[in-house]
């Protein structure tokens, strides 16, 4: 396994790199600059504020300068606010590890129990059910469903406050976020654990008299988690990253609304920071989740 978990970094390192250097030079491809506002700076001025942040120099020189401040551990300063971009960043994405690890969580438990039971009372009701809100919520865009939230809870019936700068309410972001993920996995595991309970192992272990909460939940569902593993592992990043429209529509301060925030007004290093930060969670989630598969099935060897 060591030496899988070796190559896998190394081809995770290489992956971050090229994804650097297609944001880097496609960011810099865009017409217009940082410094572009409605009212126009002096030449003077924007020349100075070129020269301090490397703007003047040719992009192949930009990159390699901020590759080698990124390799010390530099992230730089914002354009826009010249604060550090490493400690906002971190305390930024906080909020968004707080908001994407309860959806995650919910999104989890909630699917693989409805999962089980529509496969356990396949074509009855609970099934056909379940089914029907499960399909209405893969067809429902987060933002969609965000601004639905936002506008029944919140405008309409007054249950949620709509902003709260000091202690934002969390209950509608985690529902926007995690109906999507948790209609999918409900489906998925359905679709596993009928397949787990038409095996061979599970025939014989009913003819030896085990007892069915032992064979649904110690052999059908633990052989079921498979496809669903290999889902949950970049559907936790993807959580965890992809949050920007919901913070947005919830006034919630994470770093998705940073990363929208810093395209709009063209701040390259924080875009470059974020693109960085949110590809290395992605690679190493993809890594947890081939390293979680050996646990689940011993099966499995990873070469």
């Known amino acids: 396994m ?61 990159y390699v300068l901020y590759m080698k401040d990124i ?17 906002d960043m971190i305390k930024k994405f906080a909020v968004s590890a707080k908001l994407g690890g309860m959806a995650s969580i919910f999104a989890i438990i ?15 009701l609970p099934d056909r059910l379940i089914i029907f809100f499960t399909t209405l919520g893969t067809a429902m865009p987060s933002f969609v469903l965000a601004t639905l939230l936002l506008l029944v809870f919140c405008l309409k019936l007054g249950w ?24 999918y996995i409900t489906r998925l595991t359905k679709t596993s654990m009928l397949d787990a309970l038409n095996q061979d192992y599970i025939r014989t272990a009913r003819a030896k008299g085990v007892s069915k909460l032992k064979v649904i939940f110690l052999h059908a569902l633990r052989n079921a988690l498979i496809p ?11 959580i ?30 924080t875009i470059m920071a ?14 947890l989740t081939d390293i979680v598969y050996k646990f689940v099935d011993p099966r499995i060897k990873l070469d």
């Open 228 to 238: 669903v593993i290999t889902y949950v592992g970049p559907m936790v990043a993807y």
């Open 274 to 287: 974020v693109t960085i930060f949110l590809a290395m969670l992605m690679v190493v989630a993809n890594l």
């Open 160 to 183: 949620f406050p709509v902003y709260s700068a000091t202690d934002p309410n969390y209950t509608l972001p985690v529902i926007a976020l995690a109906v999507y993920p948790m209609a």
């Open 240 to 269: 965890l990253t992809g949050s920007m429209v919901v913070e947005n529509i919830f006034t919630i301060g994470g770093l998705g609304s940073t990363f929208v925030t810093s395209i709009t007004s063209r701040d390259y290093p």
């Open 2 to 62: 060591a030496k899988y978990i070796a190559k896998r970094i190394l081809l995770a390192i290489v992956s971050i790199w090229i994804i650097t250097m297609i944001t880097f030079f496609a960011m810099n491809a865009i017409p217009g600059g940082p410094f572009n506002k409605e009212k126009a700076l002096s030449e003077k001025t924007l020349k100075e504020l070129e020269e301090r942040y490397n703007l003047d120099k040719p992009v192949g020189e930009q």
């Open 71 to 87: 390799l010390h551990g530099d992230w730089g300063v914002s354009l826009k606010t010249g604060r550090p971009i490493w400690d």
């Open 110 to 124: 909630i699917g693989i129990i409805l999962g089980a039971i529509a496969a356990l009372t396949r074509n009855k």
